[in-house]
């Protein structure tokens, strides 16, 4: 099973004022068959709680998958891309060039998330958009390749020529 943790940055969140309906979507977007949820976290949009969060998601809990979602997009306090790009050691561009690409097909708005796909020691990152369509349509778009790029990230020596 791939262990999934999903961290929902949020001030509004954070503070009760909205229901977390962002990480519910990605939830149903990952067979259960495949993906099991073990980490669940809603934190405000500071750099701080989000770093202290993922490096012990990846670190300690050693999660295979982690899932961000908000605080990508341009407002003052949206820092979850730097945040990321503070605790990955290798970026995945294609996964957020991938995500952009398809999105920029439903709107313009697309363009306006700056969300990074990453890797810290044996846990990939993924940055998703706050809203829960903003999610699913870009949840979409990278979930068939995640159990390929877990398999590879863990060190499978499988050759992926028919991939
Ligand atoms: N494929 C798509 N890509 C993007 C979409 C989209 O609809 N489809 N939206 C674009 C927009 S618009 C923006 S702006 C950027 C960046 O978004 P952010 O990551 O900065 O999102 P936030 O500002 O954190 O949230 C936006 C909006 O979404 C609602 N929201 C946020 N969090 C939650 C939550 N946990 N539960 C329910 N609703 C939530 C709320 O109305 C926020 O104001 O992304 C583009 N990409
Ligand atoms: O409260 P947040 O952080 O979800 O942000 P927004 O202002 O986009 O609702």
New binding site residues.
Partial sequence: MVRVGIL???D??ARGE????????ARKLLPVNVFRVENYA?VP?TREAITDLLVAWCDQDRLDLILT???????PR?V?PEATRGVIEREVPGMAEA??A???L??P???????VAGIRGQTLIV????????V???LEVVLPALPHALEKIKGSPAECGSA
Avoid: F, V, W, Y
Wanted: proline fraction near 4%; glycine fraction near 14%.
């Fill in positions: 929902t940055c949020s509004k969140g909205r229901e977390d309906l962002s990480a519910q979507e809603i949009d979602t908000g605080g990508t997009g341009l407002s949206d979850t995500m952009r398809a999105s920029l439903k709107t708005h697309a363009m306006l998330s700056r969300g940055n998703l958009p706050g809203s829960p369509k903003g699913r349509e870009n």
